[in-house]
């Protein structure tokens, strides 16, 4: 069976430039997809399960290391292995070093023909690797390599948030962030629980998670930070999910396995 | 800026700077010495005992006096205050230090070369009230001068410091223009359309190239008129938006009002630009729709109202994690403006208050009667 790919770019001329270099080097590689964004990405990229997804990094809406991690966190366990992925970006000297330390692969645009190639050759060598029987999932090393993007793109941090401030109608709720149990991503809001009820601000969690202490605030999904004292337990199930029990709360939390690696016995 | 090197040379240890003042004074007062025993042929020892002492005593009181009254002046002073201020009390503080300083100064240094000399020349207290003046009087003079070349010294590397300062600080606020408006993700982006465009459409290419050619020009040259037609800079802005309609499509819908009786008025070059650059990078590129940008000039008021709208992505997001990039354009437009205009001119970035959301920047400057 021929490999696949998925291209998510939003510029249509350099999406079509892509398929159409991709198309001469490695005639084999069929495109399942061209997308325009990384909501999209993510989505079709969980659809349709491609063997490479070409990722640029700055998109509209989800960014393409956004789109990577969510794919990362909701690939479905017993499936294909995880997409390689090549990051494309026209400039972003930090992306770059982070490219390089954590060893991902990436193009930079204007694409050049024999940079394509070399890619495409690497490509290539990986999936013959990942045919053999003996072959592991490679699941983990994807981790480890998203864990140092990630970390690499996280701001700067600002001056720890003391109080949520928080509006209800007219009224602002003064919330101290030790009362704070967890955040959780609700489309453009965030929503703040406390132990005796919840908060909704209006700023999304990837603008509100510098702002907060990260010693004491973990992120464990990208779309939950909880405070580390808040959680009384974690349990592992028969397939290996962690899932958060809190204390004074009955709500139970997801841990993504890009996040697994906090929760281990000391 | 203000982060950036120190403006001033690194100050030296005041107690080393007393020292080497002490050492030029010690170097004078052996020339004044020198000069009176010749002149009035005096005895080389006296001239030099009484030179040396009243001397190095009238400068050890004066400058000593100056440095711990400055302290004492400034004890309140932030402790970022420049340090060379902060080493002069003032004239009128100077002057008492100096008439004290000279007083003490001579009658030590009097007494100093009577016990090495043997001899008894008599003291400012000892002398009748006009010898006693007379000496003051004498021995004010190189006092004061002294101070004179002092303080005009300090002012002047000061000014020069502050001079070089300046001249840095505009050299890199240039840079940091350039770098602002040929930001290298748009430029590399452009220029990965342009070779696409060459291949499957030649013409397309060539018009890309013209844009693009008209607005390196532009932002080339921006900085050499102090103002062009108004007509003008929606041309530039024109050019710009259809550079970036190429990459991105139906995304970006575009909207420019110019009513003709204000074609001509005459305004900053590309003041506009980094506002539509902000509008298309932090409203519409984000926004995976993308959505309108609506440029328009209106009269109002005797002013000239610029506006920049896009119905993007809006400035919750915008405002809260803006670039270094993002900062600087506005600055630097609200910087243009207050240069040129004062205070009368402005510019304002609010949340757009109809249903369609997004961002409005407003510049207004005045419009200038004819």
């Not at chain 1, 069976?1 to 770019?9: D, F, G, K, R, Y």
């Not at chain 2, 009577?114 to 006009?130: A, E, F, Q, V």
């Not at chain 2, 532009?218 to 024109?238: C, D, I, N, Q």
């Not at chain 2, 050019?239 to 005459?266: F, K, S, V």
Request: net charge neutral.
């Amino acid at each position: 069976m021929n490999p696949t790919a998925l291209i998510a770019e939003d510029e249509p001329l350099l999406a079509a430039n892509l398929q159409a270099e991709l198309a001469r080097l490695w005639p084999e590689l069929e495109i399942v997809a061209t997308v325009g964004h990384g909501e999209a990405a993510v989505d079709h990229g969980l659809a349709l399960q491609p063997d490479v997804m070409f990722l640029d990094i700055r998109m509209p809406g989800m960014s393409g290391l956004e789109a990577a991690q969510a794919l990362a966190e909701d690939w479905p366990d017993e499936s294909k292995p995880f997409p390689l992925i090549v990051f494309v970006t026209a400039y972003d000297q930090y992306a770059l070093q982070a490219f390089e330390r954590s060893a991902v692969d990436y193009v930079l645009k204007p694409v050049q023909p024999d940079r394509l190639a070399q890619t495409c050759a690497r490509l290539k060598s990986a999936l013959q690797q990942r045919a053999l029987p003996q072959a592991v999932p490679n699941l983990g090393a994807v981790m480890d390599q998203l864990r140092g993007l990630l970390g690499a793109a996280a701001a700067p941090a600002a001056a720890a948030l003391r109080v949520i401030q928080a509006g209800v109608g007219n009224a602002i709720h003064m919330v101290p962030i030790d009362e704070v149990l967890y955040f959780e991503a609700a489309d453009k809001y965030v929503r703040v629980i406390t132990a005796e009820r919840e908060h909704l601000i209006r700023i999304s969690l990837r603008e509100l998670q510098p702002q907060l202490d990260a010693q004491r605030f973990w992120q464990i999904h990208r779309g939950t930070i909880v405070r580390c004292d808040a959680i009384a337990s974690a349990l592992r199930d028969e397939s290996g999910k962690l899932t958060l029990i809190l204390r004074g709360h009955p709500d139970k939390l997801g841990v993504s396995r890009l996040y697994a690696h906090l929760f281990k016995g000391m | 800026m203000s982060a950036s090197a120190p403006a001033l040379p690194a100050p030296e240890h005041p107690l080393r700077l007393f020292a080497l003042r002490g050492a030029r004074v010690l170097a004078v007062g052996a020339i004044i010495s020198a000069l009176v025993s010749f002149a009035f042929s005096r005895t080389v020892l006296n001239s030099f005992a009484y030179g040396m002492s009243i001397t190095m005593m009238c400068w050890f009181f004066i400058d000593g006096g100056r440095l711990a009254v400055a302290r004492w002046v400034h004890r309140n002073a932030p402790p970022d205050a420049d340090p060379a201020s902060l080493r002069w009390p003032g004239w009128p503080w100077m002057l008492t230090v100096i008439v004290i300083g000279t007083f003490i100064g001579f009658s030590l240094g009097n007494g100093l070369a009577n016990w090495i000399t043997g001899r008894d020349s008599p003291g400012i207290l000892s002398s009748n009230l006009r010898q006693a003046m007379g000496l003051m009087l004498i021995s004010l003079v190189p006092g004061l001068i002294a101070t004179y070349l002092f303080y005009s010294r300090g002012r002047l590397a000061r000014s020069e410091a502050l001079a070089q300062t300046a001249q840095r600080q505009a050299a890199e606020n240039q840079l940091k223009l350039l770098e602002s408006q040929l930001e290298p993700h748009m430029l590399f982006n452009t220029l990965a359309n342009l070779r696409v465009l060459i291949g499957i459409d030649p013409p397309r290419a060539q018009l890309m190239l013209d844009l693009m050619i008209a607005f390196l020009r532009a932002t080339l040259s921006a900085s050499r008129a102090a103002t062009h037609p108004l007509a003008a800079e929606f041309a530039r802005v024109a050019d710009y938006i259809a550079l970036m309609q190429i990459r991105m499509g139906d995304r970006l819908q575009p909207q420019l009002d110019l009513p003709a009786d204000l074609a001509e008025l005459p305004v900053p070059p590309l003041l506009l630009q980094p506002l539509v650059e902000n509008a298309i990078k932090h409203g519409l590129e984000p926004h995976v729709n993308g959505g309108r940008l609506i440029v328009s000039a209106v009269r109002e008021d005797g002013q000239l109202l610029l506006r920049v709208r896009d119905t993007g992505a809006g400035l919750s997001t915008a405002q809260s994690a803006p670039s270094d990039g993002t900062r600087f354009g506005l600055q630097q437009v609200r910087e243009r403006l207050t240069t040129l205009y004062g205070a009368a001119a402005s510019l304002a970035l609010t949340a757009a208050d109809d249903a369609e959301g997004g961002t409005l920047a407003t510049v207004r400057i005045p419009i200038a009667s004819p």
